[in-house]
C-alpha cells in the first residue's frame, strides 16, 4: 500500500483534468451511501464533526473499479492553535479484491476536488464571459478556487474579501505570486456587486453574500456551511437566483443555506433546478440569459473524491510508468 502526500497530488492533477474527470464521473454515476456526520463535543471548546464518506464504482459500468472512503474531521478551534480547521486522509481500494492501493492526504484530495466540483458547476452557470472573481473567505481552499474558477472561465482579475484582513493579505499574496491579478477587497457589497463569479469558502453561521448587493448575470458559488446552522448567503440570494446544487440528498439535508431557505419559504424543494448528475447527463440546463443569477451550493459527495482519488492514483501510474 502506497501513502500519496500533497504534493504528490499537486504534481500529478490539474483543474482542467479534474474538472472532465468529475464530469465524467457524475454522468456515469457511482454508488455512494449516505455519508456519517458525527459531532465530537468537548468540555469546552466548538465540538467538532467527523465524517466517513464511502463511494465505489458502479461496476455495471467500470470492470473491476474501485472502493474508496474518506475520514474527515472539522474543528473550528484548529484556528486559534494555526491549525487547518479540516483535516482528513482517503483510502484508495482495488474493487474486486478489496486490497487496500493507497492513503491520500484527505485535506489536499478534497481541496483540489471541491474546487473541481465548483469549476464543474461554473462551466454550466456562469457567464461564458465571466472574468471579475471575488473569493469569500481566506482559508485552505481559497487559492484553489480560484485557480479552479480560472480554469473554466477567463478571469483576469480576482478579489479575496475575509473578516481578518491578514489572512486575505496571505491569500492575496499567494495568488500574485502564481501570477494572478488578485488585491484586496475591502468592502464586501461593493466587491459582490463588482464580481461576476462570486466564490465563498466560509464557516459562517450568519450571510454574507447578500441579494441586494447582487448585480444581474452573477454567479454565487457556495462552498462552505456545511451543516445546517451554517449559512453564506441570505434568502433573497437564494431567491433571485436560479437554484442548483451538487447533490440534491446531501443539499437537502446539511446545506445550510439550501435548508433555512427552505424553512424561511424563499425556496421550494421543487425550486432546485438541478444537481451536478443533471447538469453533466444534460437532464437539466444550466444559465438560460446572460442576465440572471445563478446560485450553486456544494457541500461536498463521496463520488467527487472517489473520482479525485481514482485520478491521482492513474496519473501517479503513468508518470512512474
Not at 474527515?72 to 479540516?86: E, H, L, M, R
Not at 431557505?261 to 453533466?280: H, Q
Not at 440569459?289 to 473520482?307: H, Q, R
Request: charge should be negative.
Amino acid at each position: 500500500m502506497r501513502f500519496v502526500t500533497a504534493d504528490e497530488i499537486d504534481t500529478v492533477l490539474t483543474f482542467p483534468l479534474l474538472v472532465e474527470t468529475l464530469r465524467e464521473a457524475f454522468r456515469v454515476g457511482a454508488v455512494q451511501p449516505t455519508r456519517h456526520h458525527h459531532t465530537l463535543t468537548r468540555p469546552t471548546g466548538t465540538p467538532s464533526t467527523l465524517l466517513l464518506m464511502p463511494a465505489w464504482s458502479d461496476f455495471s459500468h467500470d470492470g473491476d473499479g474501485f472502493v474508496g472512503v474518506k475520514v474527515v474531521t472539522v474543528s473550528p478551534d484548529n484556528n486559534v492553535a494555526g491549525k487547518p480547521a479540516v483535516m482528513g486522509s482517503y483510502m484508495l481500494l482495488q474493487g474486486v479484491t478489496c486490497e487496500p492501493l493507497a492513503i491520500m492526504d484527505g485535506q489536499r484530495l478534497t481541496q483540489w476536488r471541491t474546487a473541481a466540483a465548483s469549476a464543474l458547476a461554473s462551466s454550466y452557470l456562469s457567464r461564458p464571459d465571466s472574468r471579475r472573481l471575488l473569493i469569500v473567505g481566506a482559508g485552505a481552499l481559497a487559492p484553489f478556487l480560484a485557480r479552479a474558477h480560472a480554469a473554466v472561465r477567463p478571469v483576469d482579475e480576482v478579489r479575496v474579501w475575509n473578516r481578518t484582513e491578514g489572512n486575505a493579505r496571505k491569500v492575496v499574496e499567494e495568488l500574485a505570486a502564481a501570477g494572478m491579478d488578485a488585491s484586496l477587497a475591502e468592502d464586501l457589497d461593493a466587491a459582490v456587486g463588482w464580481a461576476d463569479i462570486v466564490s465563498a469558502a466560509t464557516i459562517s453561521t450568519v450571510p454574507l453574500v447578500r441579494g441586494a448587493a447582487l448585480r444581474p448575470g452573477t454567479h454565487v458559488d457556495l462552498v462552505g456551511a456545511f451543516s445546517p446552522a451554517m449559512r453564506e448567503s441570505d434568502d433573497a440570494a437564494v431567491a433571485k437566483a436560479r437554484v442548483y446544487v451538487d447533490t440534491r440528498d446531501g443539499a437537502l439535508k446539511e446545506a445550510g443555506d439550501i435548508v433555512q431557505a427552505i424553512a424561511e419559504g424563499a425556496l421550494k424543494p421543487s425550486g432546485i433546478c438541478g444537481d451536478l448528475y443533471d447538469l453533466a447527463r444534460g437532464n437539466a440546463a444550466g444559465r438560460a440569459s446572460p442576465d440572471e443569477i445563478t446560485l450553486f451550493k456544494s457541500v461536498g459527495a463521496a463520488i467527487e473524491d472517489l473520482a479525485a482519488g481514482i485520478a491521482a492514483w492513474k496519473a501517479l501510474g503513468r508518470m512512474e510508468g
